[in-house]
């Protein structure tokens, strides 16, 4: 499976941001993660392989959107509302199964991440 995600970029807070992965897999759930500087990686959000179930952290829901486009095997986040404690490199990352997860040890496969600053 190859994951390319893309998207990131610096912005200021309360600006938006759309990041994008493309997945060569099929209908298995999809993830991101993010991890800031001296930080573990952290669970942002999830989608069934399907798209009808997402997941997402407390700290991203209502202002984060995880989507999917299956006919093009690319998964979406919408970042509304950022803010500076949202900076971090983003990852993507695909399951073998179709269910969402929030586990770091359900994704065998990893995008390479793309930087998203925020700046207050």
């Known amino acids: 499976v190859q994951l390319q995600a893309s998207g990131g970029g610096l912005v200021q807070a309360g600006e938006s941001l759309r990041l994008s992965c493309a997945a060569s897999?099929?209908?298995?759930?999809m993830g991101w993660f993010r991890q800031a500087p001296g930080k573990e990686r952290e669970f942002v959000a999830a989608?069934?392989?399907?798209?009808?179930?997402?997941l997402y952290a407390d700290s991203v829901r209502g202002r984060f959107t995880i989507s999917r486009d299956n006919a093009l095997n690319t998964v979406y986040l919408q970042m509304n509302s950022l803010k500076p404690e949202d900076t971090a490199v983003y990852y993507c990352?695909?399951?073998?199964?179709?269910?969402?997860?929030?586990?770091?040890?359900?994704?065998?496969?990893w995008g390479q991440g793309t930087l998203v600053t925020v700046s207050s």
């Open positions: 990352a695909v399951r073998r199964a179709a269910a969402a997860s929030y586990y770091i040890r359900d994704y065998p496969y």
């Open positions: 897999g099929r209908n298995v759930g």
């Open positions: 989608i069934h392989g399907s798209g009808l179930r997402t």
